[in-house]
């Protein structure tokens, strides 16, 4: 069994606006293990500033090949997948390890001749994943147009990008994306601000996000920088307390799981949602 990696580039169809900035392109590797008679295939795919950078996740994978490699035997080659693993940090370069463990996983279930779905232990059948849609920034225009464009596609979650703009200007946008939503119950919306905001800034957010979307509004991601457990701590206490601007909406975090493990988040009482692909 070997192990390769090809790096790749793709242009997105339409460049993404965030408040962290323009994403104009993805770039990253495909991971392959050849097995005996099949090849599995998994990707690593960093976003730098949110993952590691494309150059350390190279390194990561080349380090992780490397170990696999003084490590395998053809007897058993167990050993050379937990050394290539364990290379391999969930926190400091979660995109390198996702696309060895995602390769790995192909390979298992194409060998065990079942969908990966059921080699991953899922007793239901899987013919679709439901996935939503990403509305970058722009004029409450062209988040109506974007929202429209993506019901039509069927898409029935909408994750909206906010905080490039100030509260009020980002208000006006989901308002928008609510018109054009309507009432259905069967639609929602997420919010994801990419750590934008101050505590005052995500507060006055959070309640008139409610305030237009009401239960249409799962939850907003990412409220305040990464590093900020207590104050994602501090915007879930004040949950129903709306005497004095609090709101009910839920708080997810995903950058924080770059910085913190899953249950330092957990134990801060930080977040309602984690926002986490799995890589153990």
């Given at each position: ?33 050849e097995g005996e ?149 069967d639609i929602e919306?997420?919010?994801d601000a990419n ?86």
């Amino acid at each position: 069994m070997s192990i390769e990696i090809t790096p790749f580039s793709l242009a997105l169809a339409r460049p993404l606006e965030t408040a962290r900035g323009t994403i104009e392109a993805r770039e990253g590797f495909l991971v392959a293990i050849e097995g005996e008679n099949t090849l599995g295939i998994g990707e690593a795919t960093p976003l730098p500033g949110w993952t590691e950078s494309l150059e350390t996740c190279e390194r990561a994978l080349e380090e992780a090949i490397d170990a696999y490699r003084d490590e395998a035997t053809n007897a058993d080659r167990r050993a050379g997948k937990r050394a290539a693993l364990d290379t391999l940090d969930a926190i400091e370069t979660p995109a390198a390890r996702h696309g060895l463990t995602a390769a790995l996983a192909d390979l298992g279930a194409r060998e065990a001749g079942q969908p990966l779905y059921r080699y991953l232990g899922g007793d239901r059948e899987i013919d679709r994943v439901p996935v939503n849609t990403t509305i970058g920034d722009g004029s409450p225009k062209e988040a109506e147009s974007a929202a429209a464009s993506a019901l039509a596609e069927g898409f029935r979650c909408l994750k909206v990008k906010v905080g490039a703009r100030t509260v009020e200007a980002d208000v006006a946008r989901l308002r928008a994306i609510g018109e054009e939503v309507g009432e259905g119950d069967d639609i929602e919306i997420r919010a994801d601000a990419n750590g934008a905001w101050s505590q005052e800034e995500a507060r006055r957010a959070l309640t008139a996000f409610e305030e237009i979307l009401g239960d249409r509004l799962a939850y907003v991601e990412q409220p305040l920088s990464a590093n900020d457990l207590a104050g994602h701590a501090a915007l879930r206490e004040r949950k129903g307390s709306g005497n004095d601007g609090g709101s009910t909406v839920g708080i997810a975090l995903d950058e924080s799981l770059a910085e913190y493990a899953p249950e330092t988040v957990l134990e801060a009482g930080a977040t309602d949602v984690l926002i986490w692909a799995s890589s153990q």
